[in-house]
């Protein structure tokens, strides 16, 4: 497996990015033991372990493992992490997950505070461009060469360049959906001192769309490549994110769009796994049938503060045992709200098992933000196998987080076909709803008859299917209740119970520092 077998293994590309005065690219280096990209690709086998690097970027922070040579300054490296810093923007920000962490200004996510200057909305702005950056000069380097490849390498190159643009496509979505109008920098674009300009969400929502329609060809097929690199199945899911939300980006219904790209996901042999539980265990790889696109982490070769293993040590604290969540100790800093809680028919696991809260010396209740033993626990990621033994390395886990997968496409289609998108079917939607119900229940008790399928009942079976795997703030932005008063939950505005909060906060701010430094930056309305 690529990722698990080589993810330490970087190339020098970190120093044309981020040390850009050391030298000129095309120039030759000035330090005489740095190695340029020119040199680096003329060597086949740096084609696929260059490609790591790009897929690192999603997993870890720098090149020395969990500390060390960060890619990106301004922040403690650990709060760096890409997945960690998308998954407290999706889920601290919403009903699902709420922390007593007083590092930094995190806390503002919850309550719907932030300002241009906060530094975990420019950590999350700075590390999608810095992943964008590195994709385009993976693909600058790479495209020009693999006509004067040898004909045996010349296909597998051309899957790592696909691989390199689907990668750069979903860091241009994570951009958009969080940003809105941001700059689009292509390979094609020079290298330096450049200020790129804003186009205008449509221009890139139609770049991601473009970009993911012109690789598919040129993507392994669905179910085919090695575990955790992208494949057809991956960039016909990110159009179906893409389609879902198109009324949200750009004021235009893709409902039909969306549920094609469904369809093509559900015909192409993937399966729900038949225990729940397992989807986010530490062999979640093994096997796996249902998870369309994962990033991969492993105790040994993925050490990092950041991505599943911040999931999992924020989430143990009070009564629980480490050992049973497969670590050390917990940082007992995230949990969840009553809003998660009160969506299932009870909180025990016992009648639907996707409530996986923890209750022994829990309060429902959040009086103290501070104190984790306010608000449920969670224990649906762990650091154990699915035999219940934790992993060798209980410091950093092996637990490898699901980006996209099966049952999120089937809630995808039924909402799409709720929302009147053509080329699909109601009864259809319900067989699919109900499969992922059948699992959860153990039998068929939890299914639905056509008249429950509603589109508020969709949106509440996301939550039960789908909780801390990163949804919940774009799925509320998509139903209006993100901001506003149309949803309060506990804590929304920094009020116990809750409170309406501006229609801004459906964007993050361009980071103050990035406005500073590019004249061309154009603020959002309202920061």
């Not at 260059?50 to 970027?57: F, I, T």
């Not at 693999?146 to 241009?172: C, M």
């Not at 994570?174 to 001192?193: I, M, R, S």
């Amino acid at each position: 497996m690529l990722i698990r077998s080589t993810l330490l293994l970087f190339t020098l590309m970190n120093v044309v990015f981020l040390s850009g005065c050391l030298y000129v690219l095309d120039e030759g280096p000035i330090d005489s033991n740095v190695t340029t990209t020119a040199d680096v690709f003329n060597n086949p086998e740096s084609y696929k372990l260059s490609l790591v690097k790009l897929y690192a970027g999603l997993a870890v922070t720098g090149q020395m493992g969990a500390v060390g040579q960060p890619d990106i300054s301004g922040i403690d490296e650990g709060f760096s992490a890409y997945l960690r810093q998308y998954w407290c923007a999706q889920e601290l920000t919403t009903d699902e997950a709420i922390i007593g962490s007083v590092s930094g200004n995190i806390r503002e996510y919850h309550a719907h505070n932030w300002s241009a200057s906060n530094e975990m909305v420019t950590a999350l702005y700075s590390r999608i461009f810095y992943q964008i950056s590195i994709c385009n000069e993976y693909i600058r380097q790479v495209a020009p060469r693999i006509s004067s490849l040898d004909s045996e390498l010349q296909p597998e190159v051309i899957h790592y360049l696909a691989e390199a643009r689907f990668l750069r496509a979903l860091s241009y979505w994570h951009a958009l959906d969080f940003f809105g109008d941001v700059p689009l920098v292509t390979e094609k674009d020079p290298v330096g001192k450049y200020f790129p300009k804003q186009p205008g969400k449509k221009v890139v929502f139609e770049y991601i769309e473009s970009e993911l329609k012109a690789i598919e060809d040129d993507l392994v097929d669905a179910r085919n490549n090695e575990y955790a690199r992208a494949d057809k199945g991956c960039a016909w899911a990110l159009l179906v994110k893409l389609y879902l939300n198109a009324e949200i980006y750009i004021d235009e219904k893709k409902y039909s769009e969306c549920i094609d790209y469904c369809k093509k996901i559900i015909n192409s042999g993937y399966k729900l796994h038949p225990n729940y539980p397992y989807l986010f265990l530490a062999d979640n790889h093994f096997n796996n049938p249902e998870i369309i696109f994962p990033v991969a982490f492993d105790g040994k070769y993925t050490k990092t503060y950041g991505g599943t293993n911040f999931i999992i040590f924020s989430a143990t604290g009070g009564r629980m045992d480490p050992e049973k969540m497969g670590i050390v100790s917990g940082w007992g800093i995230t949990r969840t709200t009553k809003a998660l809680v009160n969506k299932f028919p009870d909180s025990s696991g016992e009648t639907d098992i996707r409530a996986m809260f923890f209750k022994d010396g829990q309060n429902i209740e959040i009086e103290n933000l501070t104190k984790f033993q306010d608000g449920y626990a969670i224990h649906k990621f762990k650091n154990v196998d699915s035999g219940g033994i934790a992993s060798p390395n209980k410091d950093f886990v092996d637990t490898d987080y699901p980006v996209f997968r099966l049952a999120d496409i089937y809630l995808s289609y039924a909402e799409a076909v709720l929302r009147e998108g053509r080329n699909g079917e109601l009864e259809e939607a319900r067989k699919h709803v109900n499969q992922i119900r059948e699992r959860a229940y153990g039998n068929t008790h939890g299914c639905i008859s056509l008249p429950d399928l509603t589109l508020f009942f969709i949106l509440d079976e996301r939550a039960r299917e789908l909780y801390w795997e990163g949804h919940r703030r774009t799925d509320l932005i998509r139903y209006g209740m993100f901001t506003g008063s149309a949803y309060i939950w506990p804590w929304k505005g920094n009020q116990p119970a809750g409170t309406s909060t501006e229609v801004k906060y459906n964007l993050f701010p361009i980071p103050s520092s990035e406005i500073g430094a590019n004249p061309e930056l154009v603020q959002h309305i309202g920061y």
